[in-house]
């Protein structure tokens, strides 16, 4: 269950949290973490876990980097991890960013999309709890370094509830969000939502502002994923005029922005009847479908449907909700929010997130959608090649607790 109030809350030094041994890594349960898909390797960035004790939200935040190697196959219950956060961690305690891959910054990979962008969320010192005033951090992948950037240009202030995506470019799109007393460290200050759509340019490092003409409602919580030239933003959570914190976005209204005529448009979409959600994951899988999974929907509860899919391809949009099997109980997913979602090859691969049917439950799995039969399977098996897929971070949602 995610909750809109909470009556306090502690964030703890939390470096990390994992199972481990001489042979064995293991990643921790955690939630509002960030993913992104360079060269088949699956790099996994901080994210946190919570509970209440004495009428006080104490907040774990992590500051690990992992990833899983997707050139090879593997089981869920078994995932081969690699964990790089004792000489390569996140310079910071990260939870709620948001990720994306762009140009390097190194005169040697300024051409090659190797480098992941790590943005906005809470960021907090290592060893105290203060949030840094830096709002982006770059991983190399190649060089495995971290390098705090240089960018001209006006940028975004530091928020939550925001996905990015990255395109051919080297551009980064990061739409919305929203600033309260947890981003700012202010008790006083007020939720703001935006709907502002800040591009940072990889190949120049710089900031700009799409256009605001004919631009959605200040959300944040939704999903954006890009098809072709195509930026759609689907769900989340909006401001309310009738005195609730907030109301969600009509999902069946879908705002839609061409990167390439910088361009806002709004579609309305038809076909099976779904439910309103904020906190969900959206990936673009092979045949051209939008596929969500989760999401929160009115009075904090599990979306009804937890596995719903968007035809991009017919017109107007078709929404659909597709009829899954599965090949062990174990292999499906609960119901779940704050959690990441990529595609690689024909999987839709679901990782962590906040188990909505529990209160205070993280999940430390992952499960395997194969998108051509609609099965949860329990075996991931590489195509050859693999194609891998960025459609920056998968995740990272918001939503108050």
């Known amino acids: 269950m995610i909750h809109s109030k909470i009556i306090g809350f502690v964030i703890l030094f939390f470096s990390f949290f994992c199972f481990e041994n001489a042979e064995t890594f293991i990643p921790g ?7 992104t898909l360079v060269d088949n390797k699956l790099y996994f960035f901080g994210g946190q876990i919570s509970e209440i004790n004495q009428g006080q939200e104490l907040i774990h935040i992590y500051d690990q980097l992992f990833y899983l190697d997707v050139s090879s196959s593997f089981n869920i219950e078994s995932p081969s991890w690699t964990d790089l956060t004792a000489s390569k961690r996140v310079p910071v305690r990260s939870s709620w960013s948001t990720s994306s891959v762009g140009f390097g910054i190194q005169s040697s990979n300024n051409h090659d999309k190797s480098t992941i962008y790590l943005i906005g969320g809470l960021m907090y ?3 105290q709890n203060a949030l840094v005033t830096d709002v982006i951090y770059a ?3 190649k060089s495995q370094q971290w390098v705090l950037p240089v960018i001209n240009g006006t940028g975004p202030n530091r928020r939550r509830g925001v996905q990015a995506v990255s395109d051919n470019t080297g551009k980064i799109y990061y739409f919305g969000g929203n600033s309260d007393y947890i981003t700012t460290g202010s008790p006083t200050a007020n939720v703001t939502r935006y709907n502002t759509l800040n591009i940072l340019d990889t190949a120049q490092l710089s900031w700009s502002i799409g256009s605001t003409i004919d631009a959605p409602s200040p959300r944040e ?9 195509l930026i759609i933003f689907i769900g989340g959570r909006e401001n309310s005029y009738n005195g609730q914190p907030f109301s969600l976005v009509n999902i069946s209204q879908i705002p839609v922005y061409d990167t390439q005529s910088s361009k806002w448009y709004l579609t309305t979409v038809g076909g099976a009847n779904v439910s309103n959600r904020h906190s969900h994951s959206a990936i673009l899988a092979q045949n051209d479908l939008i596929i969500i999974y989760g999401g929160v929907s009115e009075g904090g509860v599990p979306a009804p449907q937890q596995l719903i899919a968007l035809n991009i391809t017919s017109s107007p949009y078709q929404w659909i909700v597709p009829t899954t099997s599965y090949l062990s109980l ?10 990441s979602a990529t595609s690689v090859g024909k999987y839709m691969i679901i990782a962590f997130g906040n188990i909505t049917n529990i209160t205070r439950s993280a999940s430390l ?12 399977v329990t075996t991931f098996q590489p195509s050859n090649p693999i194609n891998t897929v960025n459609i920056g971070n998968n995740l990272i949602l918001l939503s108050h607790i």
């Open 330 to 339: 174990y292999a499906m997913p609960p119901p779940l929010s704050l959690h």
């Open 365 to 376: 799995s992952i499960y395997l959608l194969d998108t051509t039969n609609w099965t949860w």
């Open 139 to 141: 991983f190399d992948t």
């Open 125 to 127: 010192l290592i060893n």
């Open 29 to 35: 349960a955690r939630y509002a973490h960030s993913v």
């Open 221 to 229: 919580g939704y999903s954006a994923t890009l098809f072709i030239n």
